[in-house]
């Protein structure tokens, strides 16, 4: 597979991965809120990667803690955020706002114009979506 195929389904595969643990996340609202699916999401993934990656902690300096530290509170502050965030508003709507930001990034940096026109037409989806009333 080249190169470009990897990160098309990297990025795809990631996608799916977010957008169907945050729909798991919908359905657990009801028995243990946001903030309980936020602490579950986080927690289950710093165990798997533990499990995963098997760090020596043991090696750690002070800095390495403290980089993980910021690391890790920020984002459990986004997942947190964004958990709260579903639980008000729609699924598709929640996405798309945050979609904005990256596809803006993307934008800004991209040198071809065909980067344009997809962008332009993921722009044209964003206010599609957007309940304007």
């Known amino acids: ?8 389904s990297a990025a795809l595969l990631s996608m799916a991965c977010v957008q169907g643990g945050a729909s798991i996340a919908k359905q657990l609202f009801p028995a243990i ?4 699916a ?16 098997r760090p ?3 090696t750690f300096t ?5 980089y993980c530290s910021i690391y890790g509170i920020g984002i459990a502050a986004m997942n947190l955020i964004f958990y709260l965030a579903i639980q008000r508003i729609p699924l598709g709507l929640a996405v798309t706002v945050e979609f ?12 071809k114009w065909i980067d344009i026109v997809w962008g332009l037409l993921a722009c044209a989806g964003i206010l599609l979506i957007v309940p304007w009333q």
């Open 1 to 8: 597979m080249e190169k470009s195929n990897k990160a098309i």
């Open 38 to 53: 936020s602490v579950l999401r986080i927690g289950l993934s710093a165990a798997l990667l533990t499990i995963i990656n």
């Open 100 to 111: 904005i930001g990256p596809l803006f990034l993307a934008l800004s940096l991209s040198r």
């Open 33 to 36: 809120g946001a903030t309980g």
């Open 62 to 66: 002070k800095r390495q803690w403290l």
């Open 56 to 58: 020596k902690l043991s």
